[in-house]
């Protein structure tokens, strides 16, 4: 299956700063990468869709502005969260697949804002 | 909106026992429907993918299978080890291609 490399694995920041986390698919070329984030004990929600070269697709209730997708290449998206708070602690995963095909995930990043 | 339910939400069994985690979708147009198994603290491992036109997967120890029509997934472990201690993901495909996941089962296999 397909190798996803997410860096990195944990962050610590400041609240008030922005952190950038990346998504690297290794050995598949990803016109789309999905971004989620599970809070503890919570399951995996679907933040945003990231689009090879084209603008980032939001779920209800995702601050566009707050988490920004870059999507700029077939093997990469990155996923910034500025102006970070507390509540903006969380795990968040990327996965790469679509259609009918299977879904692989990276490693995921533990953000703890202080 | 399609919603996954996973019961039970926390399991023990001695170690070689067979064991079977239940999953529910309320909205039976999926794709596919896939396990994962999450480590604390880690990402996810795709352990089985079903599509919607199947109705089982087999992979060593670990059997899934679908009833798209009643929203119904079950996912078989056979002589559970404590290596199998995890939570247990299942997630369904809908139309816009992004996965809708349960709750998980958290699974302790005693030694």
């Known amino acids: 299956g397909a190798v996803v490399s997410q860096h990195p694995s944990w962050v610590i920041c400041k609240s008030g700063t922005s952190v950038k986390i990346e998504c690297r698919s290794l050995?598949?070329?990803?016109?789309?990468m999905f971004w989620y984030r599970q809070f503890p004990k919570q399951s995996l929600m679907l933040m945003a869709t990231?689009?090879?070269?084209?603008?980032?697709?939001?779920e209800q209730g995702v601050e566009k502005d707050k988490f920004l997708i870059n999507h700029a290449s077939l093997t990469l998206s990155t996923l910034t969260v500025t102006s970070a708070h507390p509540e903006d602690s969380s795990f968040y995963i990327c996965s790469v697949g679509q259609g009918g095909t299977e879904a692989f995930f990276g490693q995921g990043t533990r953000l703890t804002v202080v | 909106k399609q919603e996954v339910t996973q019961i039970p939400a926390a399991l023990s069994v001695p170690e070689g026992e067979n064991l079977v985690l239940n999953c529910s979708f309320t909205?039976?147009?999926?794709?596919?429907l896939q396990w994962f198994r999450q480590d604390p603290g880690k990402g996810l491992t795709s352990l089985l993918l079903i599509q919607s036109s199947q109705r089982e997967q087999t992979s060593g120890r670990l059997n899934a299978s679908l009833d798209k029509s009643s929203g119904r997934s079950t996912l078989y472990i056979a002589a559970s080890q404590p290596g199998d201690s995890a939570t247990y993901l299942c997630?369904?495909?809908?139309?816009?291609?992004?996965?809708?996941f349960g709750t998980g089962t958290r699974l302790t296999v005693i030694p």
């Open positions: 909205d039976s147009a999926i794709y596919n």
């Open positions: 990231s689009n090879e070269g084209s603008k980032a697709t939001y």
């Open positions: 050995d598949f070329q990803a016109t789309t």
């Open positions: 997630a369904v495909r809908g139309g816009a291609n992004n996965l809708f």
